[in-house]
């Protein structure tokens, strides 16, 4: 498969900055990180849940895995859940995935995440166990699972001329996105029932400046994309963080900012 070109019409808005620096200037830029972007959908949510269940029953964290994922994958996605719902519901008490698996077993614990890994759904078996082992710590439980995870490669470019030499050259920047699709839920453990279920579509991207000779930014398919000088991928806990916090609002008793809704 031959590589694949784009050749930019004009300048962007978001680089014209760029072409009032030099070449070596505009090269050494290091890699930036843009903002993430997230689509929601809530596909339930139980009319009979209240704040003051949230904050008098409290939350545990069962974990986030990955489709098809080894273990080892979860930690930081676990870790981001984790940080966006404490910073989000200061006023839920969270029980840490860590104290889950001491109170579950590690076994136990292990293989209720893989079941849910291939179901995506906790069963009744399945909360059964998790409430006899949850007796008066919590009465919620926190699971997510990341249904897709893909990576693009791309090129926002603008043309300048060298005035060093007068060749004409194009500027790139070489853009790395990736966008993951979440599946968040609580469970009520005290009902063994689906309280808040939402889908998520979250995107982040790092970019840095490219050179290409002959006018010409092209994609190879077969040389590794980082040797052709596009960043590395964000790291996909930072693409999940929108999500997150987008859960933690949507739930009962979230605090609105202040002059109005969010």
């Known amino acids: 498969m031959g590589a694949r070109c784009h050749r930019e019409p004009g300048a962007r808005k978001r680089i014209q900055a760029y072409a009032a620096l030099a070449p070596a200037a505009v090269l050494a830029l290091a890699a930036l990180v843009a903002g993430c972007s997230s689509e929601?959908?809530?596909?339930?949510?139980?009319p009979s849940l209240r704040a003051n269940d949230l904050r008098q029953g409290k939350v545990a964290v069962l974990g986030?895995?990955?489709?098809?994922?080894?273990d080892q994958v979860r930690p930081p996605l676990i870790d981001m859940l984790e940080k966006t719902f404490r910073e989000e519901r200061r006023d839920v008490t969270l029980i840490p995935a860590d104290s889950m698996r001491t109170l579950l077993g590690a076994k136990r614990d292990q293989k209720l995440l893989l079941d849910y890994e291939y179901q995506g759904a906790l069963d009744d078996h399945a909360l059964e166990e998790i409430a006899d082992s949850l007796?008066?710590?919590?009465?919620?439980?926190?699971v997510a699972r990341v249904d897709r995870d893909r990576t693009r490669y791309s090129i926002r470019g603008i043309s300048m001329t060298d005035t060093t030499s007068a060749a004409h050259v194009l500027y790139g920047m070489g853009v790395t996105e990736r966008?993951?699709?979440v599946t968040v839920q609580l469970y009520d453990l005290s009902r063994r029932a689906l309280a808040v279920s939402a889908r998520y579509k979250g995107s982040t991207?790092?970019?840095?400046p490219m050179l290409a000779p002959m006018g010409r930014v092209c994609f190879m398919p077969r040389v590794p994309p980082e040797e052709q000088?596009?960043?590395?991928?964000?790291e996909l806990a930072m693409t999940l963080r929108e999500p997150f916090q987008t859960f933690a609002r949507t739930l009962p008793g979230a605090?609105?900012?202040?002059g109005g809704k969010r």
Do not use: C, M
């Not at 929601?40 to 139980?46: G, M, N």
């Not at 007796?135 to 926190?142: C, E, F, N, V």
């Open 40 to 46: 929601s959908k809530l596909t339930h949510l139980d």
């Open 64 to 70: 986030v895995v990955k489709f098809q994922e080894p």
């Open 135 to 142: 007796r008066g710590i919590a009465r919620y439980i926190l």
């Open 179 to 181: 966008d993951a699709r």
């Open 205 to 208: 991207e790092r970019e840095h």
């Open 229 to 234: 000088g596009y960043p590395e991928t964000p």
């Open 255 to 258: 605090p609105q900012p202040a």
